[in-house]
């Protein structure tokens, strides 16, 4: 088949449209939206030069060259794919790459641009799991934080193993979270990210039904101490007061006491 004779074949891409067009700012957002859109439509292999192109002459049997229609029709698909880059990009990046001839070329000039400033994000994001405390944090929050930090990190082609955001989450919840994390890394089985957020959560909310409401961690050993301290104050007080009734006295202090402060030393 000849070329004038061979007709372009319909593009797959048509029904795709890539709703983030490519900036400087936004690359591994686009980046997954054009690669969803290649695999959807088994294109992905222009993109990378898996799918290489043919010769673009055959030679019959009596060595004459002609044009190779699976070149001119992989060509057709090709340019397809490069329309449609040169379409989900901004002004800015298309002066990088105008010059590209195929689908491959683009991808690859894209690629290398935004190499550096991809390796600059996945450092700052991995230094904002190790340094992101809870703190005074809802445990739900903290979890959807250090979550979204590791959602970053798999847009930006780095995914982060479950096991490795869980250590991530669990080095950084503070002391008052200190039995449940003992807990967590003496058990036989590894724990997967969604039970931990429900342990975080029941763990959180049973301390706030103790504490009265607040999840504050400086409250929660805060409480302690000062029921201690009471506990302590009420036992002298009552020694002081005579013996009518001393025994009263010392029991409210001693039973008080003990009873609080011996909760926030075993937690």
């Not at 939206?33 to 898996?50: D, K, P, Y």
């Not at 201690?228 to 009420?234: D, E, T």
């Amino acid at each position: 088949m000849s070329s004038s004779s061979s007709s372009p074949p319909t593009n797959p891409l048509l029904a795709n449209s890539v709703t983030e067009k490519l900036t400087k700012a936004n690359h591994a957002l686009w980046k997954a939206q054009v690669q969803s859109a290649m695999r959807g439509a088994c294109l992905e292999g222009h993109l990378t030069g898996a799918t290489a192109a043919p010769a673009a002459e055959i030679v019959d049997k009596e060595g004459k060259k002609t044009p190779n229609p699976a070149f001119e029709e992989w060509e057709a698909r090709d340019q397809q794919i490069l329309s449609f880059l040169f379409a989900s990009i901004t002004q800015d990046v298309m002066t990088q790459i105008a010059s590209s001839t195929t689908a491959s070329e683009a991808w690859g000039s894209i690629e290398a641009m935004f190499a550096s400033q991809t390796r600059a994000r996945v450092l700052n994001l991995r230094i904002a799991l190790t340094t992101t405390k809870k703190g005074t944090m809802y445990a739900s929050d903290y979890f959807a934080k250090m979550k979204g930090f590791a959602d970053d990190m798999a847009a930006a082609g780095r995914p982060l193993a479950e096991y490795e955001l869980v250590e991530y989450i669990i080095s950084s919840l503070g002391g008052e979270f200190e039995s449940l994390v003992s807990a967590l890394i003496t058990r036989v089985e590894p724990i997967s990210v969604e039970e931990l957020y429900s342990q975080l959560l029941t763990f959180e909310t049973r301390m706030d039904l103790i504490h009265g409401g607040d999840h504050s961690s400086a409250s929660w050993a805060g409480r302690g101490g000062r029921s201690s301290n009471q506990g302590r104050g009420a036992g002298h007080g009552g020694c002081g007061q005579g013996s009518s009734a001393p025994g009263h006295g010392r029991g409210n202090g001693n039973n008080t006491g003990a009873r609080q402060g011996g909760y926030n030393s075993n937690r």
